[in-house]
């Protein structure tokens, strides 16, 4: 199948991330990329298990004064309900309704931006309020590559999935742009697998003590 | 759930069975999410009203973050879905080393 060819609703494959060559490459390079992500992600929670609480004296904040549970909760929430609504996204990318696949991932875009903002104001809060900074402790730097790492993921599927709908809202789907939408939504929901580990490991251990 | 639909040489056939098949593929994703907000609710009700020891707490969320991550992993991502054979390898290739990581870094590193 030839990836600029004009689709119908009949034409339309069943797998739509997968007709071309060039697509099934994509797919198999972004999911090795995705391995990848995963190392990169454990060797940064596991230096944040390493220096957690790690303080130089006792006035500082450790992660028991810091979270607080319903901005966390708060964010979980909108994170976990934006993977869904990129879910409904490559749903109707699937069924060749461009209009719908392009509202859905205007939503899941949202959804994030809401996410983003918290996180700001979560690091902005701790800053000022806790003197909790990048470069106060051990513990400061390693929360906040950890958790800064998953929120510049976040800013980058963002700016991806941005461009993919404004470079390709004039085109319609294709052979062509399919597997593009498609491996961005992969990514988005990849953020969100990190996004358990970091509330169940940083925020929900982090409250436990 | 294997969602590979027909490829059969005349779709104009199958486009309604395909359109049953997506409508019934996204069910199953709202499911799947239902039950990840549940286990979500549980985590945070774990830690937050339960007066639980920290031992039987911890990795208790642990586990549902790992139920949950298979849920996102072989539903949102489609892993269940054939041809998903080499993202398996690649990711729990990836899997390991993180967990090695993790192990090291918990257990080597003290002051």
Redesign the interface.
């Known amino acids: 199948m030839h990836a600029e060819e004009k689709m119908t609703?009949?034409?339309?494959?069943?797998?739509p991330e997968?007709a071309t060559l060039e697509a099934k490459n994509k797919?198999?390079g972004f999911?090795?990329f995705?391995?990848?992500?995963?190392?990169l992600?454990?060797?940064l929670?596991?230096?944040y298990?390493?220096l957690k609480d790690?303080v130089p004296t006792a006035d500082h904040a450790l992660s028991k004064d810091l979270f607080e549970?319903p901005l966390v909760?708060l964010m979980?929430?909108l994170l976990?309900t934006s993977?869904?609504t990129s879910?409904?996204a490559m749903?109707h990318m699937?069924?060749f309704e461009f209009k719908k696949m392009q509202l859905w991932l205007g939503i899941t875009v949202l959804l994030g931006l809401a996410f983003l903002g918290f996180e700001i104001y979560e690091f902005n809060h701790y800053v000022h309020e806790y003197h909790h900074s990048f470069t106060s402790s051990a513990f400061g730097s390693a929360f906040y590559t950890l958790v800064g790492f998953h929120g510049g993921h976040v800013a980058f599927g963002l700016l991806w999935i941005i461009v993919l709908m404004i470079r390709n809202s004039k085109r319609g789907l294709s052979l062509y742009n399919a597997p593009k939408f498609y491996l961005a939504s992969?990514y988005w929901?990849?953020i969100?697998?990190v996004w358990?580990?970091i509330?169940?490991?940083v925020y929900?251990?982090g409250?436990?003590? | 759930m294997a969602n590979q639909q027909s490829t059969s040489e005349n779709p104009r056939v199958d486009l309604d069975y395909r359109r049953k098949k997506n409508a019934e593929d996204m069910r199953y994703q709202v499911i799947t999410f239902s039950l990840m907000i549940f286990l979500t609710l549980i985590a945070f009700a774990a830690v937050g009203f339960g007066d639980l020891s920290n031992w039987f707490v911890v990795p208790f969320i642990l586990l549902l973050a790992v139920v949950q991550v298979i849920f996102q992993l072989y539903y949102f991502m489609h892993m269940s879905h054939k041809g998903h054979e080499a993202p398996q390898l690649f990711l729990y290739s990836g899997v390991l080393v993180g967990f090695i990581t993790v192990l090291a870094f918990m257990t080597i590193i003290w002051w």
């Not at chain 1, 995705?34 to 190392?39: A, C, Y």
């Open positions: 609703n009949e034409t339309w494959p069943a797998s997968k797919f198999l999911w090795f995705l391995g990848g992500e995963t190392v992600f454990a060797s929670f596991a230096t298990l390493a790690k549970m909760f979980t929430m976990l993977s869904l879910v409904y749903h699937k069924n992969l929901h990849f969100d697998v358990v580990f509330f169940t490991v929900l251990m409250m436990v003590g």
